[in-house]
DNA sequence: ACCTGAACACCGTTCAAGT
DNA sequence: ACCTGAACACCGTTCAAGT
């Protein structure tokens, strides 16, 4: 028993924290309430501690929210990059990145905002992608597709631009207030009827649901888009 | 001189302030030292008065953030709707729009993330267009040009989404600190040698000022592809 | 009518002190 | 080694009080 990792009943004291459980239990906390929710003394009155406690675990405020963006990307780090040779080439990497991308966004919506807004580390770090290791493989997989420099520089800003695009309108809609539907702005002057086409057309502005489908079918046209400039032929 | 719009010499003091003052200075504030850099107090000491007299303009913080967004769209409103039937129909419209707002958040990078991210007040306001009257507009204008009205929700949906893809990235490079640039995230273990790829193209991602002609180059695309919409010759 | 002082309930962060 | 109390310099916001 004795001589394990740690002897159980030092004199010194084990951490009741870890800078996982921090970064979690932050995390949770935005999920649950919004990121305006977010506070050193609430995150730790979350835990059952101090906030000073805190600092021993991550180094200020900044750290944390970066960090909480790490954790929440990690999943896109691990499946984007699976074998791909054998399982369909550039197109189903970039399609699989894409859906992991916005599941990271539908998960958490009220953090997507910190990962596209937060400034990278890098200069050539363009959210949603966050850190080397995934622009690293990004490129790669391109090189290796066939692509030439140009055209896989190309494509990354591309890709970037769609997601963000894309889910920080997702991620906006899931963030609303579940409010009564029909409401104006300001509650004051204004009518709805000085606006005839959005009335008129407020069925199809409203689109329940369909966002991932739009998703789905915007991100397979920029990919024959892209395809067409490899000379891939479309069908 | 007596029986003016209001007596000089008037027992009641007039205000040393004004709503449009208080929010200028907040979106002047914020441009030369980034949204971190406004509070109430700092404001109030930037216009020479304490934190409380603002209330008496700005129905506290969110109201003024809200102004703040409001006031720089201003000009986009403005320049839009200008005479859209004989200069070029719809696309010529959404050209000046896009280059408009794209403006906005050049003038503005520090601002433009308010602009994506504060909640919209209605349902079916995509940001970056903010209110009622952008929208109708749009909508009307696209109708008026031929367009069904499913075909301009789509429309509505794609160039939203392409505008807040582009401008997030383009208003983070702007808002980038201009440090030395071959910096490394975390200066820490890791090294540039393990990113061999990204080393290699490293010329390609960085693009130095090439991004407003890449804006217009891939609003030209977009237009194109909306053309094909209704059926119109791309040349 | 318009601004201010004082007050309240919060922040992030540091640091000496406790165990 | 790890957590806490006290302290500092800030927040947003309200409200009675001054002019």
Known sequence: MAGETGAQDDAAARPVLSRAQVIRTAIWLVDAEGAGALSMRRLGAEIGVEAMALYRYV???????????????APVEDAAGKDVGESGGWRAYLWRLGQQIRWMATDHPHIFPLVATRHP????????????????????T?????????????????????????????????????????????????????????????????????DAEE?????????????????EPTD
């Open 121 to 140: 580390a890098a200069p050539w770090l363009r959210p949603p992608l966050r850190n080397l290791d995934m622009v690293e493989e990004f490129l790669r």
């Open 215 to 231: 998703f789905d079918d915007d991100l397979e046209a920029l990919l024959d888009r892209i395809g067409a400039l490899v000379g």
């Open 59 to 73: 180094d200020g405020r900044e750290d944390l929210l970066d960090a909480m963006v790490d954790l929440v990307s």
């Open 142 to 210: 391109l090189l290796q597709c066939g692509f030439s420099a140009g055209q896989a520089a190309l494509v990354y800003r591309t890709f970037t631009s769609f997601l963000l695009g894309h889910l920080m309108l997702t991620a906006a809609e899931l963030t609303k207030a579940t409010g009564p539907a029909g409401e104006l702005p300001g509650a004051s002057s204004r009518t709805l009827s000085e606006f005839p086409t959005i009335v008129q057309m407020s069925d199809l502005l409203s689109e329940p649901g369909r």
